[in-house]
């Protein structure tokens, strides 16, 4: 009976876990390669850059602001600590945002328009999933 017992609170408990968030698992499993510049000549104008950076900016904007209203607000020192709920993998995702954000800044400054397409290209599936 008490076997019986176990597995059953095992189950239950089970079910009621929060599954991991899907925006957090594609981040950190995103594979992505940072595009380096192609030539000495710019390869936009700067209107259409200015465009994809300003995109790619809202989008990352976007996703961060979510990941922390879903898993950061309101956390205590004692769930980073004891790693209550995988909260390292959200930090892990806002620290891919903070890499694309810094990426992007550099393809605008790079006239890099390949890259900025390709920050684009990477998380224009998460954002979709916002709409």
């Known amino acids: 009976m008490f076997k019986k017992s176990i597995l059953l609170f ?17 981040l950190n499993t995103l594979d992505f390669q940072a595009s380096p510049k192609t030539s000495t000549v710019a390869n936009g104008n700067p209107v259409e850059l200015e ?6 900016q809202k989008a990352i ?7 922390k209203a879903a898993h950061v607000n309101g956390l205590r020192s004692d769930d ?3 790693n209550r709920d995988g909260i390292d ?9 903070e890499e694309f954000n810094e990426l992007n800044n550099i393809y605008l400054k790079d006239q890099n328009k390949n890259g900025l397409v390709q920050i684009g290209n990477a998380l224009k599936p998460l954002t979709e999933k916002n709409s």
Request: include cysteine; glycine fraction near 4%.
């Open 80 to 82: 980073v600590l004891a």
């Open 89 to 97: 993998n959200v930090f892990q995702a806002l620290t891919r945002l």
């Open 10 to 26: 095992t189950l239950i408990l089970a079910g009621c876990a929060n599954p991991g968030d899907d925006k957090v698992e594609a």
């Open 61 to 67: 904007a976007s996703l961060t602001s979510e990941i």
């Open 51 to 56: 465009s994809l950076h300003n995109i790619n």
